[in-house]
């Protein structure tokens, strides 16, 4: 059961990159359980571009992946430019009581049918997926896609789903940008995810 809405951007279907591409987060932190409502996620997307929100410290995290998914710097216009592009989604189904606290892999495990329902419905080309820890808990059914080599030589594993009909997904891992993650490095291995 699909407990968080996804945030589609207006322009998902139809984006500057001729993709449909889903952001795919691990989970929502709720220290009080009260603010796990069913369009969290919605709302969180939709303040990080507006200029009359007080920053928070957990905005840094979206700002970083829009200036390497953009390749720039972005303010405000720029952020919103990027997310009307995209879909977000956070994986687990379930709140998180607190930052760095991780999601067990019951719930890891119980979001998956969300998932795939996610998936049948918006049916994305490509997924960016935020972590190696959220990467290495999505479902292992579908197979391996060639690596991607980063600016640095590093090889980057990439994999692929199969819709019910046949499409092809295809999903790159990236730093997550809470941690030690630089934009102009992941724009490079994005771009090139992208453009395959």
């Known amino acids: 059961m699909i407990k968080f809405q996804p945030f589609v951007g207006k322009n998902y279907l139809s984006s500057i990159w001729k993709l449909r591409i889903m952001v795919?987060?691990?989970?929502?932190?709720?220290?009080?359980?009260?603010?796990?409502?069913?369009?969290?996620?919605?709302?969180?997307?939709?303040?990080?571009?507006?200029?009359?929100?007080?920053?928070?410290?957990?905005?840094?995290?979206?700002?970083?992946?829009?200036?390497?998914l953009s390749g720039e710097k972005l303010d405000f216009e720029g952020k919103k430019r990027m997310w009307d592009n995209v879909m977000?989604?956070?994986?687990?189904?379930?709140?998180?009581?607190?930052?760095?606290?991780?999601?067990?892999?019951?719930?890891f495990n119980d979001s998956e049918n969300a998932f795939w329902e996610i998936l049948e419905k918006y049916r994305p080309n490509k997924i960016i997926v935020w972590g190696q820890r959220l990467y290495n808990h999505l479902p292992r059914k579908g197979y391996q896609l060639p690596d991607?080599?980063?600016?640095?030589?590093?090889?980057?594993?990439?994999?692929?789903?199969?819709?019910?009909?046949?499409?092809?997904?295809?999903?790159?891992?990236?730093?997550h940008p809470s941690a030690a993650f630089s934009p102009e490095y992941w724009h490079e291995v994005i771009m090139t995810f992208l453009a395959r």
Do not use: M
């Open 24 to 68: 795919l987060g691990e989970s929502h932190y709720c220290a009080n359980p009260a603010d796990a409502i069913p369009t969290i996620t919605q709302n969180i997307i939709t303040d990080l571009y507006n200029p009359n929100s007080p920053h928070e410290p957990y905005k840094n995290t979206y700002t970083k992946f829009t200036n390497a």
């Open 148 to 175: 991607i080599i980063a600016p640095d030589g590093k090889a980057i594993e990439t994999w692929a789903y199969t819709l019910q009909d046949g499409t092809e997904i295809q999903l790159l891992p990236i730093t």
């Open 88 to 107: 977000f989604y956070n994986y687990v189904q379930f709140p998180i009581a607190g930052a760095r606290q991780e999601p067990t892999e019951q719930e």
